[in-house]
C-alpha cells in the first residue's frame, strides 16, 4: 500500500511539473500557427513560382529564338566587316580591326549568356532587360564602326 501511495505521489508531481499553464499553452499554440503560416506562404510562393516559370516557357523560347536570330546577323556582319577589312586597295588601322575583334567578343558573350539561361533560369524580367540592353548595346557599336569607317 505505501508502494501503491508512493507512486501516485510520483506520477501526480512528474504530471504536475510537466504540466504547462494556460498562457505557454497559448503562447506555443500561437507560435505553431505562425510557423504553420509561414510555411504556407513558402509553398504558395513556390507554386507560384512555378507557375511564372511555365509561363515564360512560351515567351522564352520566341525570344531565345529571336536573339539567336540576331546573333546570327551580326556574325555574318562581323564575316563582312572582316572579309571587306583583307580586300586589296583598302587600309584599315589597328584600332579599326581592334574594334571588330571587339564586337566578336561580346557577340560570344551574348550567346553565351542564353545558352547559360537555358541552363540556369533565374529572373526572366532581369535577363531580358539586360540582354536587350546588350543587343542594343552591340547593335550601336556596329553602327559606330560603319560610319568611323566611312570618315
Known sequence: MKKSILMLAILAGALFTSCKNNEEKQADAVEEVVEATDDLNKV????NNDEVI???DAEWQDYKMEANKT???NETR???LQTAM??????FDAAYKKNIEALVDKNEALKTRITDYENNQTDWETFKREFDSDMTGL???FKDLTINNKK
Not at 504558395?44 to 507554386?47: A, D, S, Y
Open 44 to 47: 504558395t510562393e513556390e507554386v
Open 54 to 56: 511555365k509561363a515564360n
Open 71 to 73: 546573333i546570327s546577323e
Open 78 to 80: 562581323i564575316m563582312e
Open 86 to 91: 583583307k580586300k586589296p586597295g583598302k587600309t
Open 139 to 141: 547593335g550601336q557599336a
